[in-house]
C-alpha cells in the first residue's frame, strides 16, 4: 500500500503548554488506523495539529506534501476531513444546509452526493428540514460524517466518534465506517474510546500516552497484550 499520511516530530500544544512531544504514525492508503490513549493523552490535539486546527511543528506529509504550514481551510482543500469531538454541527441550520456547508470546497455539483448519503443515513433524508440541534446524538453524528465526507477527501479523521452515544447507534455508525472503507477505499484515521470496537475494524493500531506514541501493532497484538486488554479493554 502507498503511504497517504505521515508525521514526523509532530509537535502541538495550547499557549506555552507542549501536548505532543514528537509524534510519529502513518496511514496507508485504504486503512483504518486506530490511536489508543488514556484521557489527557493528547489525541485530540493531534488529530487537530494533523487538520491545521492548532498550531503546529514538525511534518505532516500528505500524499507526499508538507501541509504544516497549511491552515485548517486549507488542508481540508488538499483532501483531509476532519469530524471533530462533539461533532460539531452547524445546531442553527438544517440538515440539508449542513450538508452543502461540507462541500464548500468543491466547484463540482454535489447534489448526487447528498442522496447519497441520504441513502447512507435515512433518518437525515427524514429530517432533512430539521435544524441540526434538533437532532439526536445519534443523528448529528451521523450528520457530521455526511457532511465531512461531502468533501470527497482522501483521509478522514474522526475524532471519539461514540462519545455519549447509546451501543447499538455507536455500532451502527462503525459499520458505516468499515463498509465506506471496504467499497470507496476511504482511509480513516480514528481516534476511539471504545476500544474494543475500534479493534474490530482497525487495519492497525498506535497507542499514545502523554504526548508520545509508545507502541505500535495490529489489532491481534494489542487485545492480546494483558496490559492493554486491563487499561482499554476492560477485561
Known amino acids: 500500500m502507498s503511504e497517504i499520511l505521515r508525521t514526523h516530530d509532530l509537535r502541538a ?10 509524534v510519529n504514525i502513518n496511514v496507508d492508503a485504504g486503512e483504518i488506523v486506530v490511536v489508543l490513549g488514556a484521557n489527557g493523552a493528547g489525541k ?8 491545521g486546527m492548532i498550531p503546529r511543528t514538525g511534518v505532516v506529509d500528505f500524499l507526499a506534501d ?16 476532519h469530524v471533530p469531538q462533539g461533532r460539531g454541527t452547524f445546531p442553527e441550520l438544517t440538515v440539508e444546509e449542513n450538508l452543502r456547508i461540507g462541500a464548500h470546497s468543491r466547484r463540482d455539483s454535489f447534489a448526487a452526493d447528498i442522496d447519497y ?17 434538533s437532532l439526536s446524538g445519534g443523528e448529528q453524528q451521523m450528520l457530521a460524517i455526511a457532511r465531512a465526507l461531502m468533501s470527497r477527501p482522501k483521509l478522514l479523521l474522526c475524532d471519539e466518534p461514540s462519545l455519549g452515544l447509546a451501543p447499538l447507534v455507536t455500532r451502527e455508525l462503525f459499520e458505516v465506517l468499515q463498509r465506506l472503507n471496504s467499497e470507496t477505499g ?3 484515521l480514528l481516534v476511539e474510546q471504545n476500544a474494543n470496537l475500534a479493534l474490530e475494524i482497525a487495519s492497525r493500531v498506535y497507542l499514545l500516552e502523554t504526548g508520545e506514541i509508545v507502541s505500535s501493532g495490529t489489532p491481534d497484538e494489542y487485545m492480546n497484550n494483558d496490559a492493554v486488554r486491563k487499561s482499554y479493554l476492560g477485561h
Do not use: C, N
Open 44 to 51: 485530540t490535539t493531534m488529530m487537530r495539529a494533523i487538520s
Open 117 to 133: 448519503w441520504y441513502g447512507v443515513f435515512p433518518r437525515l433524508q427524514e429530517r432533512r428540514l430539521q435544524r441540526a440541534g
Open 66 to 81: 508538507d501541509i504544516a504550514h497549511l491552515s485548517a481551510h486549507k488542508v481540508t482543500a488538499r483532501g483531509i476531513a
Open 13 to 22: 500544544g495550547y499557549g506555552l503548554i507542549e501536548v505532543l512531544h514528537g
Open 186 to 188: 476511504l482511509s480513516v
